[in-house]
C-alpha cells in the first residue's frame, strides 16, 4: 500500500513558476517510479512526468519539457514537481501516482497502482 498526499498548488500568473510536493507513506519509497499526471475540466487526464526509483531518469510530456523538472529526495519520501514559465493552458488539477511492483517509467494512467487527490493548479492570463 502506498498513501500520497500532494500540495502546493494555487492561482499564479502566467509566466511564473510554482513547486508542487507529493508526500509519500507506507511501502519504502526509494523502490518504485512516481509519476505526475494533470486534468483540465472536460478532458482527459494526462502524463506530464515521471521520476525514476533513483531520480536518475526522467521523461516529461512534450507540452512542459524545458518548463518543469521533476525530483525526488527520498529520504524525506517526496517527490517534486518545479513549474516554471507557467501558461493558462496549465491549468488544471495535478495528481501524483505510484507505479510499485517495476523498475520501468510510465506514462499511462493504467499503469499507475496509487494516486494522490490532487492539487489544483490555476494560471491567469
Known amino acids: 500500500q502506498v498513501q500520497l498526499v500532494e500540495s502546493g498548488g494555487g492561482l499564479v500568473q502566467a509566466g511564473g513558476s510554482l513547486r508542487l510536493s507529493c508526500a509519500a507513506s507506507g511501502r519504502t519509497f526509494s523502490t518504485y517510479p512516481v509519476g505526475w499526471f494533470r486534468q483540465a475540466p472536460g478532458k482527459e487526464r494526462e502524463f506530464v512526468a515521471v521520476i525514476s526509483w533513483s531520480g536518475g531518469s526522467t521523461y516529461y510530456a512534450d507540452s512542459v519539457k524545458g518548463r518543469f523538472t521533476i525530483s525526488r529526495d527520498n529520504a524525506k519520501n517526496t517527490v517534486y514537481l518545479l513549474m516554471t514559465s507557467l501558461k493558462p493552458e496549465d491549468t488544471a488539477l495535478y495528481y501524483c501516482?505510484?507505479?510499485?511492483?517495476?523498475?520501468?517509467?510510465?506514462?499511462?494512467?493504467?499503469?499507475?497502482?496509487?494516486w494522490g487527490q490532487g492539487t489544483q493548479v490555476t494560471v491567469s492570463s
Open positions: 501516482a505510484a507505479r510499485v511492483g517495476t523498475y520501468r517509467l510510465a506514462t499511462t494512467v493504467a499503469e499507475y497502482d496509487y
